[in-house]
């Protein structure tokens, strides 16, 4: 059955207007973000992993943090997902991502709003993808927390830009006070902390090795579960405790 739907194609100058870009798009016969550094970004990017997803999302609901012009939104909605919800801070990008949900006759709800404030979204995902935002908080633990507190149900899609030692070593519980030599091994687990830019970007604040990144979900309550690609983590709500439960205050969403 085809669709009736009709639309207007988008020209260059709707583009531009509502630019500048970060994520690539090809639409009719456009470029959004054609000079992207890593190139057809995501998509080329996505091609990667997208195996870790399931081909059909239907009965699912999902919600993308961080959503930018809303790539991985979209992809979601188009399994099937039942019910899309993409929140970014940045109103720019929210705006890109409206203006392609329109073209594309996409039904995903695109919210302004923080990582920090999904509390406020009242309610708890089956997938949450959390991708390439981590490294762009000043609290990036507490972020996790958050997600483990209101709002991964059954699966969290985690990606980093990853800095440092890829090694994964298995290390003691404990260590003396007078022993640094774990502190001298690149593979212990290290956030690198930005003081001013990297890659010319100035909101960039932590970077993790890749020992840090399962250390910090590990540390959220989350069990990774498989790593479909270098940066890329897929990850379920451990069985156990959270090891460093949030203060009341956050708990309350009251911080
Ligand atoms: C590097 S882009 C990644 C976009 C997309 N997730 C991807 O992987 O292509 C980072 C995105 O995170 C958003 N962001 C940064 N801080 C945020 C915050 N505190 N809460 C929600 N989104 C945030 C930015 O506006 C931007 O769209």
Known sequence: MSSSRSFTPLSREVVDAHGPWFQNFHIDGIQTAPGHPLGNYPDAYFQRFAHAFPADLTGWSVLEIGCNAGFYAF??????????????SEPLYLRQARLLADRFGLDVEFQERSVYDIGGLGQRFDLVLFMGVLYHLRHPLLALDLLRQHAVRRRLVFQSMLRG?????????????????????????RLHFVEHRYAGDSSNWWIPNTACAEAMLRSAGF??????????FVCAPAEDAVRHPLPRALEDGRA
């Open 165 to 189: 030692s890829p090694a994964q070593t298995a290390w003691a519980l404990d260590y003396p006070f007078a022993d640094r030599t774990p502190f001298d091994n690149p593979a212990w687990p």
């Open 75 to 88: 992809e979601m909605k188009r399994r099937g997902a039942a019910h899309v919800v993409a929140i970014d």
């Open 223 to 232: 069990t990774v579960i498989d790593r479909p690609d270098q940066e890329v």
